[in-house]
């Protein structure tokens, strides 16, 4: 099967008071109409990284939450591949797409500025999204220098 339809679900950030855990889709205020947020969860099939399950959330609407499902469900695999890989996926892809195209040379430089300079840059930036993109390569270490062509 190439995905499931997956399902809908209200979700919200109220925390039990005891255990300080989220109360998540069990919170009692849920039918509330205002209380929480839609999410949807389905598992899809992409190029290179094979079945995998999304959850994406903070719809307002139930029917909004469905709609993405449904745009996310009808994309071809290709498609999906631009909303579902992280850049550091896309890095290392690029890579093994370069290694048949650049001298070998060359090839070792992406490797070293990626592995050393873009990826933990990006890394930085997902646990400190607040971090803004030119902060995170600021305080990355420099990179190797790069080899220039005779
Ligand atoms: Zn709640």
Not at 63 to 80: I, S, Y
Not at 94 to 111: D, E, G, H, I, K
Not at 122 to 142: F, I, K, M, W, Y
Request: proline share 7%; aromatic share 8%.
């Amino acid at each position: 099967m190439a995905h499931t339809r997956g399902s809908l679900y209200k979700r919200c950030g109220c925390r039990d008071p005891l255990s300080t855990k989220r109360l998540g889709t069990g919170c009692p205020h849920l039918a509330e109409p205002e209380h929480g947020t839609w999410s949807f969860a389905c598992t899809v099939r992409s190029p290179f990284t094979g079945t995998r399950r999304v959850r994406r959330g903070g719809y307002v609407a139930y029917g909004a939450a469905k709609r993405a499902r449904n745009r996310l469900l009808a994309q071809n695999p290709d498609e999906r591949v631009g909303q579902l890989w992280t850049v550091e996926q896309w890095l290392r892809y690029w890579l093994l797409l370069s290694a048949t195209r650049v001298r070998p040379s060359t090839l070792r430089n992406y490797q070293a500025h990626v592995e050393s300079y873009l990826i933990p840059a990006c890394e930085q930036l997902a646990n400190d999204p607040a971090h803004s993109v030119r902060a995170a390569l600021n305080e990355t270490p420099a990179p190797p220098s790069i080899e220039t062509a005779t």
